[in-house]
Structure formats: structure tokens, C-alpha cells
């Protein structure tokens, strides 16, 4: 199975959303649809955790891979 990008898991977690709030999903199916958009918000705080440590890290001259500190 290809893994989805941040914006398409999150655009199917969405489309799960709105199904649901519609209220005219049978139980059974519902909970399949739960079950898929936790396995969906598990990806995407995945992936947002992995940008924020990229983020938090800063390249110096002399190719030093060091944390981004803003009070420095």
C-alpha cells in the first residue's frame, strides 16, 4: 500500500469526518470509519512530529547539524 502525503491524510481524514457527522452511517460501519481515522491522525502526528524535528534543526557553516534554539 503507497503511504498517503500529510495533505491527502488529512484530506481523507476530513472526508471520514464529514461522513460521520452526517449521523446516517450504520453503526458497524462507523466504527470501521473510526477505526480508519485514528490509524489517519496517528500518520499525520507522525509526520508533523517528523517536520517539527527537521524544523528544530539548523545546518551551521561548517555543515554542524545543531538545534534551533531562538533564545540564543
Same mark, same amino acid.
Given at each position: 500500500?503507497?503511504?498517503?502525503? #500529510?495533505?491527502?491524510?488529512?484530506?481523507?481524514?476530513?472526508?471520514?469526518?464529514?461522513?460521520?457527522?452526517?449521523?446516517?452511517?450504520?453503526?458497524?460501519?462507523?466504527?470501521?470509519?473510526?477505526?480508519?481515522?485514528?490509524?489517519?491522525?496517528?500518520?499525520?502526528?507522525?509526520?508533523?512530529?517528523?517536520?517539527?524535528?527537521?524544523?528544530?534543526?539548523?545546518?551551521?557553516?561548517?555543515?554542524?547539524?545543531?538545534? #534551533?534554539?531562538?533564545?540564543?
Amino acid at each position: 500500500m503507497e503511504e498517503l502525503s #500529510f495533505e491527502e491524510s488529512l484530506e481523507q481524514l476530513e472526508e471520514i469526518v464529514n461522513k460521520l457527522e452526517s449521523g446516517d452511517v450504520p453503526l458497524d460501519d462507523a466504527i470501521d470509519e473510526f477505526t480508519k481515522a485514528m490509524n489517519l491522525v496517528k500518520v499525520c502526528n507522525a509526520k508533523l512530529n517528523n517536520a517539527e524535528e527537521a524544523i528544530a534543526k539548523i545546518v551551521q557553516d561548517n555543515g554542524d547539524i545543531v538545534d #534551533f534554539n531562538l533564545n540564543e
